[in-house]
């Protein structure tokens, strides 16, 4: 069965510190995809990422980056020196070749609070 | 602005009462996916759409249905309403190829209140 924790319910840092949001996964497929989803206050959910299990390489985009581990079924994301800006739910979410890659499962999330 | 459109924004109706949840999809996407997000659920996938066929099924009530018109806007009706379906309930869509797991735009979502 497919799983994803995320085990930090929330995490507050001050602006300009790095955080780590962690992502772990259970599947039992060899195909699958891992996905970063942001959620903002206002509501709607924001595209970060997504990733393909044969793609094990480390991704960064600006200040946020992600690191894909098969060894240990995790991927986590990191943002480096927060901003305010960047409070907000994140969620990790999984998609398996096995249900047809049709549904996303996602993670209880982590809520960022960024202070000034 | 991920470009899928949810109408309408909020919707507050009483126990027992149908409503109906309007999408449309990003211009070019064939698939249409419909969650629900709620405090105890978190969020959950309920049902996927691909050119106006369904295709996979979730955690999706009987007393929910759905469907995907000729012109790709979908449509989720919720029926004999109780107070637990009280939740945020988001439309996403992809370019939806069944070989590949594309990532999914999601609408800003329909706040549904039932009291």
């Known amino acids: 069965a497919q799983k994803v924790t995320q085990a930090q319910t929330e995490i507050s840092v001050v602006e300009k510190e790095d955080v780590t949001l962690d992502c772990v996964y259970e599947t039992r497929d060899t195909t699958y995809y891992l996905f970063w989803y942001k959620q903002p206050p206002s509501g709607e959910l924001v595209f970060l990422i997504r990733?393909?299990?044969?793609?094990?390489q480390n991704e960064i985009s600006g200040r946020y980056s992600w690191n894909f581990q098969k060894s240990t079924s995790s991927f986590n994301f990191t943002i480096t020196a927060s901003q305010v800006v960047d409070s907000a739910v994140y969620f990790c979410?999984?998609?398996?070749?096995?249900?047809?890659?049709?549904?996303?499962?996602f993670g209880t999330g982590t809520r960022l609070l960024v202070s000034p | 602005d991920s470009g899928v459109t949810q109408t309408p924004k909020h919707l507050i109706t009483a126990t027992g009462q149908r409503v109906t949840l309007r999408c449309s999809p990003r211009s070019g996407d064939l698939s249409v996916y419909w969650y629900q997000q709620s405090l105890d659920q978190g969020l959950q996938f309920l049902i996927q759409y691909y050119n106006g066929e369904e295709r996979a099924k979730g955690n999706i009530l009987e007393r929910f249905s759905a469907q995907q018109f000729p012109d790709l806007h979908s449509e989720l009706n919720l029926s004999s309403l109780e107070l637990g379906d009280s939740a945020l309930y988001f439309c996403?869509?992809?370019?939806?190829?069944?070989?590949?797991?594309?990532?999914?735009?999601f609408g800003p979502g329909t706040r549904l209140t039932v009291t």
């Open positions: 990733r393909n299990s044969f793609d094990e």
């Open positions: 979410a999984l998609s398996e070749k096995n249900t047809g890659f049709q549904k996303l499962v």
């Open positions: 996403a869509s992809s370019v939806g190829n069944p070989s590949a797991s594309y990532e999914q735009y």
